[in-house]
């Protein structure tokens, strides 16, 4: 056998015996890995859902395409967590698109009847020293049992309840904004959002106001 062809052949064993190789660490990998953001996903809601839920609000999830949640109408997903099957509320990721420096991603969770539990920042590329005191202090605790009624939504610069950063207003005023449209959608839909029979796991629905 010529050698070039003995090179050939050496050389599309050794690529199949990777390419088997790579398929076998896929999936022995690919269960590991689905498990561990699942479970940093059910962290993430622990944080921000009502406490005492008895369900796993990963797989009550229902898809929504609101403008109030994300301006570019890309579908977020609800988690809904309950209690003997009765909502005790939800948490869903609300986008401010007027950032200083872009988006803003949040997660906020809202009891039944319309009173924030919580929010998180999930991402940000506000300016350190500045717009990241978002994350940075407890500015974020402010939005505890706030409700659409309870409070002026704005901040104080704006004549609203809300703080704001010195030489950072920008970047509260869309947190602010953000989780007020959130909160909104949230209290006109709320009925339909805990409604079991639209929310199964893999389920997806457009829930307009």
């Known amino acids: 056998m010529p050698d070039f062809f003995r090179m050939g052949l050496i050389l599309m064993v050794v690529g199949l015996i990777a390419t088997a190789m790579l398929a076998g660490t896929d999936a022995v990998t690919r269960a590991p890995i689905a498990e561990a953001k699942r479970q940093e996903l059910l962290r993430a809601l622990g944080q921000v859902l009502p406490q005492g839920f008895d369900n796993e609000p990963d797989k009550d999830k229902v898809m929504v395409t609101d403008t109030l949640l994300n301006k ?5 997903g609800v988690y809904i967590g309950r209690k003997a099957g009765a909502g005790l509320g939800v948490a869903f990721v609300v986008t401010a ?3 200083y420096s872009g988006n803003i991603e949040i997660m906020m969770g809202v009891a039944a009847g319309g009173t924030i539990t919580s929010i998180q920042i999930l ?4 300016t350190p020293g500045l717009g990241d005191k978002i994350v940075l202090t407890r500015w974020p605790d ?9 409070v002026k939504w704005g901040v104080k610069k704006d004549g609203g309840d809300f703080d704001q950063f010195a030489g950072a207003t920008i970047t509260p005023r869309a947190v602010v904004g953000a989780v007020k449209r959130g909160l909104e959608f949230f209290v006109a839909n709320e009925a339909k ?4 029979s639209a929310s199964l ?3 997806a629905v457009e829930v307009k106001p």
């Open 72 to 76: 570019k109408g890309k579908p977020v």
């Open 97 to 99: 698109p007027d950032g």
């Open 123 to 126: 991402s940000h590329k506000e």
């Open 142 to 150: 402010s939005f505890k049992g706030k409700t659409l009624h309870n």
């Open 193 to 196: 959002l805990f409604d079991k």
């Open 201 to 203: 796991e893999k389920t």
